[in-house]
């Protein structure tokens, strides 16, 4: 059994609630670190988060606190479940508090604007000398509240770091693997939500089961070929982190991003269907990047093109449709018969 005393999670929204609740329910003492002293007293009397997951009964030993230096203080492993946009600023304001080569795991699956980084690459930047994990996989907190049987991804170089998450979050009903490829792995979560929201678009349109299986698929090949430029392994993407993921938030109106595409797909408007949302969609901003990098590394990805235009330009949905159908015949599977063999 290891020796963790402690651990910490920062973010108290869906899915920090949940993975605190479940560090929580395997006997581990846990913090949960978030902003609203409204929310906290409620976590830690009523044993519930009504704003993010009404209806969850919490461990009654799980404790909330607006003190970083109360949640920070002695911990040895600290989750890290804060959007993208606001994940730096959080870690700057907790650095003063954690070990040099504390072990640091983001839940988050997202880019920074501007400099497209990942996630534990500005934990990296901001902790040189931190142990850095990345969790991911087809997780909707909902469902992982209410016990459904899952699994999920811990990634990282270091092994101790990929024990103690084990340790920490296998239950009866979840189940934890293992991988060194940290990049891939966290390239998989964030990619994936970008056609979350082209599936959400489709299915409010009425498409049938033969469309969802293309744009799935198609959306594979468009995640992979991306990653492989960028230096991942594509065999990551078969795996939980990737596939995994995409599948699950395609299919699921629990995932924000989905619905958010579906929102779209009924006419709403992209400020509309985000403050409908009322909670984070990453895919939106995650177009914007990736569209950005893969016009200046000249990757073909006529989804995420596509998408672009119907999100951020109004470009009428049909016609994105009709050239997206109407384009260059291409190959299959890539790896099999490259693009140049056609
Ligand atoms: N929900 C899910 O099913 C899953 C989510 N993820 C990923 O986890 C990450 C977090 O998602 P999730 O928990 O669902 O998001 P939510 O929108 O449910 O909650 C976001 C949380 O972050 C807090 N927050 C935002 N900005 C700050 C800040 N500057 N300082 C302090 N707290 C802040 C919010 O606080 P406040 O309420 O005060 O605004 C809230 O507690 C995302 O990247 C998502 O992709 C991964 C797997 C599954
Ligand atoms: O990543 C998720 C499930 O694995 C959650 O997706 P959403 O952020 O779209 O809700």
Known sequence: MSQIRKVAVLGGGSF?????????ENG???????????????????????????????????????????????????????????FRQVIQQARPFLKVDQMLVSTTKGIEAHT???????????????????????????EVAAKQLTATVIASECAE?????????????????????????ELGGTLKNIYAIAAGLSA????????????????????????????????????????GDLIVT????????????????????LEEAVEALGQVAEGVNTIKQVKEKASEMQIYMPLVSGLYEVVFNKAPIAEVVKMLMMSEQSTDVEFVLPREGL
Not at 16 to 24: D, F, H, K, R
Not at 250 to 269: D, F, I, Q, T, W
């Open 16 to 24: 920090g609630t949940v993975i605190a609740n479940m560090v929580a």
């Open 28 to 86: 581990s003492d846990v913090r949960l670190w978030l902003r609203d002293p409204v929310l906290a007293d409620e976590i830690n009397q009523q044993h519930e988060n009504t704003r993010y997951l009404p209806g969850y009964s919490l461990s009654r030993s799980l404790l909330a606190s607006t003190s970083l230096k109360d949640v920070l203080s002695d911990v040895d492993l600290v989750f890290i479940s804060i959007p993208s946009q606001s």
């Open 116 to 142: 497209f980084r990942l996630m534990s690459e500005i934990l990296r930047e901001e902790m040189p000398s931190a142990r850095i994990g990345v969790l991911s996989g087809p997780n909707l907190a909902k």
């Open 161 to 185: 770091l990929r024990s103690e998450v084990q340790a920490r979050l296998h239950s009866s009903y979840f189940r934890v693997y293992a991988s060194s490829d940290t990049y891939g792995v």
């Open 204 to 243: 409010a349109l009425g498409m049938g089961e033969n469309t969802k299986s293309m744009l799935m698929t198609r959306s594979l090949a468009e995640m992979s070929r991306f990653a492989v430029s960028m230096g991942a392994n594509p065999m990551t993407f078969i795996g939980l982190a990737g596939v």
């Open 250 to 269: 395609c299919m699921s109106p629990l995932s924000r991003n989905y619905r958010v595409g579906y929102a779209l797909g009924e006419g709403k408007s």
